[in-house]
């Protein structure tokens, strides 16, 4: 005669609510004035924050590109080795702190579901560089 099976542990009923981001990472070199083609394929591809690098953006700004994105950039009066965050609608006013080290590094912090995330998009100087690139970043 079979007994009843042994202690059971309780399942979870329900799920704790979590968001999905989708990242992207994107070197747009050869993408140049194409701004809003750019932000057409990122909706389409449903991408909530996406990093660029070989921006040729001179200055510290943001401008919205159409799509419900925003462009966040940084990059220097040489204009080739650039970085940049597009961010999705949702996320515009989730922007707590915008700090760009260099042309080639950039940190947003954002707040999510109450937590800060950090968002850090970097270019690594490539072969072609000098070696005081290479050590300065």
């Excluded at 080795?81 to 950039?106: K, T």
Aim: aromatic share 6%.
């Amino acid at each position: 005669m079979r007994g009843l099976p042994g202690p059971v542990r309780a399942r979870l009923k329900t799920l704790a609510p979590t968001t999905m981001i989708r990242f992207a990472n994107w070197n747009i070199s050869t993408l140049r004035g194409r701004s809003t083609e750019l932000a057409a394929t990122l909706a389409r591809r449903k991408v909530a924050v996406a990093f660029l690098q070989e921006t040729r953006w001179k200055a510290n700004r943001s401008r919205n590109i159409g799509h419900g994105y925003k462009l966040i950039y940084t990059g220097s009066s040489g204009g080739e080795n650039g970085v940049a965050v597009v961010l999705a609608e949702h996320f515009h006013d989730s922007v707590l702190q915008v700090r760009c080290i260099c042309d080639r590094l950039m940190v947003v912090r954002l707040l999510v579901e109450g937590v800060v995330t950090h968002l850090i998009s970097a270019y690594a100087p490539q072969v072609g560089c000098s070696d005081a690139d290479k050590s300065l970043f």
